[in-house]
Nanobody
Framework: VQLQASGGGLVQPGGSLRLSCVAP????????MSWYRQRPGAQRELVAF???????DYLTSVKGRFTISRDNPKNTVYLQMDSLKPEDTAVYYC????????WGQGTLVTVSS
């Protein structure tokens, strides 16, 4: 099973990016979908999650700037990232957690002028 993540890139501070992650329908419909990131020299951290029941939460440092959403017909979870800061530079990973846990391949986000 593979989660297909995309949408990373280079953006200036204050800019926006939207990450996407597609999962197989059999997994997406039964799983909490999350975005993690790993900044240079740091451990992987949970950025945002969205449960099947609609619960959403965020890492404190991204609250008010990032928005996670699910498109159920497309089996896709998005992470809209606005007002990006240099400290948001990281490899971002999507994750599904249900009966099993799966990871996407990671997409690099670089925030720099």
């Amino acid at each position: 099973v593979q989660l297909q993540a995309s949408g990373g890139g280079l953006v200036q501070p204050g800019g926006s990016l939207r990450l996407s992650c597609v999962a197989p329908e059999s997994i997406f419909s039964l799983s909490t979908m999350s975005w993690y990131r790993q900044r240079p020299g740091a451990q992987r951290e949970l950025v945002a999650f969205s449960t099947v029941g609609g619960t959403i939460d965020y890492l404190t440092s991204v609250k008010g700037r990032f928005t996670i959403s699910r498109d159920n017909p497309k089996n896709t979870v998005y992470l809209q990232m606005d007002s990006l800061k240099p400290e948001d530079t990281a490899v971002y990973y999507c994750n599904s957690r249900g009966r099993s846990t799966y990871w996407g391949q990671g997409t690099l986000v670089t925030v720099s002028s």
